[in-house]
């Protein structure tokens, strides 16, 4: 017999990439058998959920994270039919966008794929460039610009647009829309990492847009001229489907313990448990683990085992944002007529008033109201202001009051006349958004080839593969998968 006559496993962080590991550590869709292992999730924050969170705003309870995910991707369809709640799943009720442009609010153009054109007569209509940026683009249509290296295995991806498109492309579209997304720089963001087709079609001797235009799917004659929708979410909130999954983990017996934060691993030796997790008040002995923290939290804790993977988690850092979000009476707020949103470019600045000359601190507006029928209420709109990049650190050194002040002094630039909300709440994500450089992919190689050295131990969560609620469902499921294999398969 062994210390434990169970197998017992750690996940240290209750994100949803920790309890959707928990989730496959106890037997996944088929549920807990006698040979998967007990699992004891330990959480520094109050609560489980991550920034998967809800706010309370007048009444209403919305989310105070992510409020959709990319439909395209099957890990939330799949997770939430294996939970039953795929009947409360709605696809989102409006589709376009508007970005700041050239002194106004302007709809963006068709045939944007993260923000980079593929349709010259679109985007020549949309006027949301001027004429000698347009006329830029058209050269990517008459005399492209050959790639000047052979095979890249990375680059950056606004170098990329920019020697095919020109620098205003880069500016206006791209950098607003993918660098907003991540609350970083496309100036430094990784091409293989964050969207792989752009670095093959940036290569080719030919055109940048007809490349991506041929890597779009070619609808069927047979399928229905109903759009799929591009983002989905649950009728009660994401936040739903963190207390959802925390009820079936309860339900399987698995412990939480919140307010715990864990300071170091320990490998053991002989007869003692393979793993020791250590915070402050706690020590907890187990055959396996995950590390479901972010990159820099997770360096910390395996610094005594491996300072080597310690030093390649360190690699990747992080953003910190806020989102303030307002409750307005309708008729006070003018906003476009359709559309889920705005993009604001990053170098949009103040044209007046006490920040004149200032860079914008808001960097996109979203319409939640818009997206998601079941937040509608007659007479009233729902908006999101997103604040922050990794180049702008404003967004903690303000105080809740002024992030608050200044969302609405930058409202009143996009819009002119906007009144005084009804109700606003601000939302802070310190240290958030990992950032995907240059050469990522081979950073999270180096990464996970340590971790496989070390048994029955995995890492999950957005600084790895993808960012977004999807990847990270996918992330956390594969490493549940790992460390229950690897436990499963201990000697008796």
């Known amino acids: ?10 996940v240290v962080g209750a994100g949803i990439s920790g309890l959707t590991a928990a989730y496959e550590l106890t037997g996944g869709a088929q549920g807990p058998s006698d040979h998967t292992p007990s699992v004891t999730i330990l959480e520094a924050s109050e609560q489980p959920g991550g920034k998967i969170q809800s706010v309370l705003l007048d009444g209403r309870i919305l989310d105070a994270g992510p409020d959709g995910v990319l439909a395209r991707r099957p890990e939330i369809a799949v997770l939430c039919r294996e939970l039953g709640i795929d009947h409360h799943l709605v696809p989102i009720a409006a589709k376009g966008a508007s970005v700041y442009a050239r002194g106004q609010v302007r709809a963006l153009p068709d045939g944007l794929i993260f923000g980079i054109p593929t349709d010259p007569k679109a985007l020549r209509s949309s006027r949301v460039l001027s004429r000698a940026g347009y006329l830029r683009v058209l050269r990517d249509r008459f005399a492209p610009v050959p790639s000047s290296r052979g095979h890249l295995q990375d680059r950056a991806i606004g170098s990329l647009v920019e020697t095919k498109l020109g620098k205003e492309v880069v500016t206006v579209l791209v950098d607003p829309m993918l660098g907003g997304i991540n609350a970083g720089r496309v ?6 990492a964050v969207y792989p087709p752009l670095l093959e079609a940036a290569q080719q001797r030919g055109s940048l847009m007809a490349a991506l235009r041929a890597q779009l799917p070619v609808p069927s004659t047979e399928e229905t001229t109903q759009e799929s929708p591009a983002f989905t979410t649950l009728d009660g909130g994401m936040h739903s489907l963190i207390a959802t999954l925390v009820d079936v983990l309860l339900e399987r017996s698995v412990q939480f313990k919140c307010n715990t934060s864990v300071s170091d691993l320990v490998r053991g030796r002989g007869s003692h448990a393979p793993w020791t997790v250590n915070s402050q008040t706690t020590t907890t002995p187990a055959d396996g683990v995950v590390i479901a923290v972010p ?32 409750i307005f009476n309708e008729h006070d707020l003018p906003l476009p007529e359709s559309g889920t949103g705005v993009l604001i470019p990053p170098e949009t600045s103040h044209a007046s008033g006490d920040h004149a000359g200032e860079r914008f601190l808001s960097t996109a507006l979203t319409f939640l109201d818009r997206k998601w029928p079941h937040l509608n209420v007659d007479g009233q709109i729902v908006l999101r202001v997103h604040m922050g990049r990794i180049d702008d650190t404003r967004t903690i050194e303000l105080s809740d009051d002024e992030l608050t002040a200044r969302a609405r002094e930058e409202l009143a630039l996009l819009f002119q006349d ?3 909300p009804l109700a606003s709440v601000v939302t802070r994500w310190e240290t958030s958004l990992p950032q995907y450089r240059v050469n990522h992919l081979m950073r999270v190689a180096a990464i996970e080839n340590a971790v496989h050295r070390f048994p029955a131990l995995a890492v999950a969560g957005a600084a790895y593969r993808g960012v977004g609620v999807p990847a990270c469902i996918a992330s956390g499921r594969a490493a549940g998968i790992t460390v229950r294999e ?3 398969s201990l000697p008796a």
């Open 486 to 488: 690897a436990v499963e």
């Open 418 to 420: 906007v009144g005084s």
């Open 1 to 10: 017999m062994t210390w434990r006559e169970r197998p017992n496993v750690v």
């Open 187 to 192: 100036a430094e963001m990784s091409a293989a």
């Open 295 to 326: 990159a820099q939290q997770a360096a910390t804790l395996v610094k005594g085992i491996d300072e080597e993977l310690s030093s390649l988690l360190h690699t990747i850092d992080y953003a910190s944002v806020a989102i303030v979000t307002f």
